[in-house]
């Protein structure tokens, strides 16, 4: 962990912004972290939920990774998607694999599934 969102420069404070900025082999990335879950958890996890989620995500990294101030700019970003169940994630995988290649490119998407053990996360 190099710095929280809270720390992280950024040219327009209000702007887009990243929740972590870490260093992965000697280079920074900016991480991003979101949550597949809806109520009641029970119920299916939709695709149209999941490609809703993923666009408006992988859409707001470019811009977080342009708003950081010289200082505290990233090489790389990652997308990392907690996903209550497998179900979950089969839905985050399924929306994934049908994005343009010009929304996914530049960002390393991530998924672990919490099988609903996630409270101690948040």
């Known amino acids: 962990l190099i710095k929280t969102e809270g720390e ?3 040219i ?6 990243t929740d972590l900025l870490v260093s992965i082999d ?13 109520w009641p958890p029970e119920d299916p996890y939709t695709v149209t939920e999941a490609d809703t ?3 408006d995500k992988l859409a707001d990294i ?3 990774a342009a708003n950081a101030a010289a200082a505290d700019a990233w090489e790389r970003s990652i997308l990392h998607v907690v996903a209550y169940d497998g179900q979950y994630a ?4 399924t929306a994934y694999a049908a994005l343009a290649p010009a929304v996914t490119l530049d ?3 991530i998924v672990t599934v919490t099988d609903g053990d996630d409270e101690f996360i948040y």
């Open 12 to 17: 327009d404070p209000n702007g887009k912004k």
């Open 8 to 10: 992280v420069d950024y």
């Open 26 to 38: 000697g280079r920074s990335v900016g991480a991003s972290v979101t949550r597949a879950f809806h």
């Open 62 to 64: 470019p811009l977080s």
């Open 107 to 109: 960002t390393i998407v």
């Open 90 to 93: 089969d839905s985050i995988e």
């Open 53 to 55: 989620l993923l666009t």
